[in-house]
């Protein structure tokens, strides 16, 4: 991105760090914004990424000054899409003619209860799965964006989708399809079960966190570590308003069992 904005502002293939000042990022910015039309989030990703390497720059002397310190990039708020318990329940039932449809269903429903990453859910083979220290099958496996190993129990509805599609002839347990074609399909099953939510396999991860494990009670160190979170304050960032909910909820049990007394 920063070689396009070189090439469409200065008509250069290259920039002098010593030349680098907060106007530039401020252009850049605008570029983004005007001209590769990125959305708000996508924005401040590109330019976190573009400030390590300024970061760099300036520990190893190659920068005096640094161009991002008046600089301000807050990180946009998004909101959290997952499917309540209504809507989960609704697509687990419902019977599909098409078997690519059935099969997609079953898989984002197995990350609803797994929260599995697309990368990981695709990996998933037979050595992943291993009997735990409570006699449970369990998936151990490794996440590739963290390089965190998850170790995840496996719930009664995941196993029974693993056993509907497990076959000794294969080494992976589900059905292979690309993130492309899955999150195209997803689409399409949300509009035929009546789902208003714009459904991708993103969202599987977002509802075992939500409707799942915190609407359940699991406390969030737990959530975090299911979900392989490098940190819990990741985990607390994202799913801070659902716990306010849960919080609101208890409050009003008790309020109910204090008036009784």
Known sequence: HIISFLWSEY???????????SNFITD??????TEKLFKQNTIHKTIQRFRQVVKVAISLD??????????????????????????????????????????????????????????EMSKLQTKHIEVGFDDNNW???????????LSIPLLPKSSMILEKYHSNEKSHV??????????????EIAEIVGIEKNLTHHTARK???????????????????????S?????????????????SEHILKLGKKLNKK
Do not use: W
């Open 11 to 21: 008509k250069k293939k290259d920039f002098l760090l010593k030349d680098l000042k």
């Open 28 to 33: 850049f910015e605008y570029y983004l914004k």
């Open 62 to 119: 190659y920068l005096q000054k640094d161009p991002f310190l008046l600089h301000k990039n807050p990180k946009p708020k998004k909101e959290i899409i997952f499917l309540n318990p209504e809507e989960l329940k609704k697509l687990e039932e419902y019977n599909f003619s098409q078997r690519r449809l059935e099969q997609v269903r079953d898989m984002y429903i197995f990350c609803c209860y797994t929260g599995l990453a697309y990368n």
């Open 139 to 149: 998936i151990k496996i490794i996440r590739e964006k963290t390089n965190k190993t």
């Open 174 to 187: 589900l059905p292979v399809i690309s993130n492309q074609r899955f999150n195209s399909y997803l689409k």
């Open 207 to 229: 509802t075992f966190a939500t409707t799942v494990l915190l609407y359940n009670d699991v406390p969030m160190e737990i959530v975090s570590e299911l979900l392989g979170h």
């Open 231 to 247: 940190d819990m304050s990741i985990t607390q960032s994202h799913y801070g308003k659902v716990v306010q909910t849960k919080v």
